[in-house]
């Protein structure tokens, strides 16, 4: 079973590297208002596609949580940061409730990972619960369409719409 997780791992990782060398994440990245000192979620980041591009944008003084329910990808984001000397990169393993405070973040990134989410509106309650008042969360998914991304993110009054880009979406933080 291990073995199998971990070739599965293995995949997805050489899939992201093919799909970031057709589409930088750079590129992405470019339409996503962030800035230097920024405190930012990559909420499942998978294998780190965003970390360095994300590091470059936020700076060293900024702080990037990359957190993912596979500890495979937290190992593999840790140990990119590391080579990178990235030292404002933390790993965060977690499949429930985020192990950082309220209000702590100014952005939130996900990702093609929402389409898989057993219960989307716990995880936008929760990235509610840790973005700043003026935080945002970016969005993308090409799994789904525009219209069903729309209403799932909007939903439960935790966020309106904002702001589409060619590739993502951004959402600010309503007032609870």
């Not at 309220?102 to 990972?113: F, K, M, N, T």
């Not at 998914?141 to 439960?156: L, N, P, S, V």
């Not at 966020?159 to 993502?168: A, D, I, N, P």
Request: with cysteine; charged share 25%.
């Amino acid at each position: 079973m291990k073995l199998l997780r971990v070739m599965r791992f293995a995949l997805l990782c050489a899939a992201f590297a093919l799909r970031d060398a057709l589409r930088p994440r750079e590129v992405v990245l470019q339409e996503v208002p962030l800035r230097e000192g920024m405190t930012v979620l990559d909420f499942g980041c998978g294998p780190g596609g965003y970390l360095e591009p994300l590091a470059r944008r936020v700076g060293t003084a900024g702080t990037i949580y990359a957190l993912d329910a596979d500890p495979l990808a937290v190992r593999r984001v840790e140990r990119l940061a590391r080579r990178g000397g990235l030292e404002n990169v933390h790993g965060l393993l977690s499949d429930g409730p985020t192990p950082l405070a309220d209000g702590s973040l100014d952005a939130v990134l996900i990702y093609d990972v929402f389409h898989m989410l057993p219960d989307p509106q716990s995880v936008l309650r929760e990235m509610h619960r840790l973005l700043r008042p003026a935080g945002f969360l970016s969005f993308s998914d090409h799994h789904m369409r525009e219209k069903k991304i729309a209403a799932d993110m909007t939903a439960g009054g935790w966020f309106v719409l904002s702001g589409r880009g060619k590739y993502t979406y951004t959402f600010d933080r309503a007032e609870a």
